[in-house]
């Protein structure tokens, strides 16, 4: 009977996790001829209803279209598996005969990698393929997903800034990242000068005050007479609660299925709203939730970051031939470099902005922070100065 390699995705869905994906399906075909190819539906649920897609035979061709399409092809999950769950994982894994998984996902897919690694003691191979736009995984310079998300948010407020130039105003957009301000930062990665917007950037790495916030904005109005402000949705207070838990009565809070606070959404977006209304009454002001776009929007496929994703696919066949761990990619040498680093390493793991990144008592980019996010996301448009 053929090996079996069985295939997942995990999280949320990004513009390139099909690359990934498609890079381990033709690697396998490369390396392992008779192999049986199997896509588990929905992530590791799929593999415990017994819901696969045969990857077997599909054609290249038709592969490689769905590689270039954003979304979870195989459909994704948010079930973050205890050792009970996982047991019944590795059941199921065992019932299809598969050599090796590979997850396509973040910590907490690590995590379950790693899970399944101990119980399952040397009889599969586990890999852990990276994916994340929130780009806070340990051990990865960069994440498959971060670069075209990022140059979307990049795109997005040098956009609104020029919106706002025209017609003044208080912009506040804010961005996914509940733990790590990666791609909040990224909505400056494409400023050329100190008057371009974002002039403010609020990340969950540092406590947010609602009246320095007030008065940071007024300060701005001042110099700019508009102030664009990017916000991360997991901007949390100096108790280190979320901004949004302390405006939400504790019994009105949406919880995601892994009892985590619903960050984004109308609660927050009111909140900034009352803030500025009470703050800086009669002042135009505008908040925007940009919510799922930039994770998977087709428009802002970047190219790189489409190839890297791919070769981490291809990469994570090697490593499970190598009997498993986690694909990283590492910042060597003046490129983009892949490594297989232990599960541990990153399994439920955060990693955050680091604190030179931002101005010590600014709420700005430092050069370092710009320097790093215009390596990944350079400038594609020469914009006109305007006249205002």
Known sequence: MPSTFVIAQG????????????????????????????????????????D?????????????????????????????????YCDVILEGLKKADARAFIYIGGNDTAGTQQILTDAAQGSIAFVHAPKTIDNDLEENDHTPGFISAAEFV??????????????????????????????????????DEDTDGPHLIYV??????????????????????????AVSEGVS??????????????????RDAHGNIKLSGSDLSRAFENALAEGLPGKRA???????????????????????????????????????GSVALKYEGGKTVLKLVPLANVAGKTRHMPDD??????????EKGLEYLRRLVPGRFKIGRPFV
């Open 11 to 50: 999280g949320g869905p990004t513009a390139v996790i099909n690359q990934t994906m498609a890079g381990a399906v033709l690697e396998i075909r490369r390396r392992h001829p008779k192999a049986r190819v199997l896509g588990s539906r929905h992530g590791v649920r799929g593999i415990r209803d017994g």
């Open 52 to 84: 696969y897609v045969d990857l077997t035979d599909i054609p290249e061709e038709q592969l490689l279209r769905i590689a270039a399409t954003p979304g979870a092809a195989l459909g994704s999950t948010r079930d973050k598996p205890d050792a009970a």
């Open 154 to 191: 990049a795109g997005a407020f040098l956009s609104v800034d020029l919106d706002f130039r025209a017609l003044p105003g208080i912009y506040v957009g804010i961005v996914m990242g509940r733990h790590a301000g990666f791609l909040t930062a990224a909505a400056a990665a494409w400023r």
């Open 204 to 229: 969950p790495e540092r406590a947010f005050s609602v009246p320095r916030f007030i008065d940071e904005v007024k300060a701005t109005l001042a110099r700019h007479r508009r102030c664009v402000v």
């Open 237 to 254: 207070t100096a108790d280190g609660k979320a901004l949004v838990e302390s405006i939400v009565p504790a019994d009105k809070l949406e």
């Open 286 to 324: 505008r908040v925007d939730a940009l919510g799922y776009m930039p994770r998977g929007y087709i428009g802002a496929v970047n190219a790189v970051d489409a190839q890297e994703a791919f070769d981490a696919g291809v990469f994570a066949i090697d490593a499970a031939d190598k009997g498993g």
């Open 357 to 366: 990144f931002m101005l010590p008592d600014v709420n700005q980019l430092s």
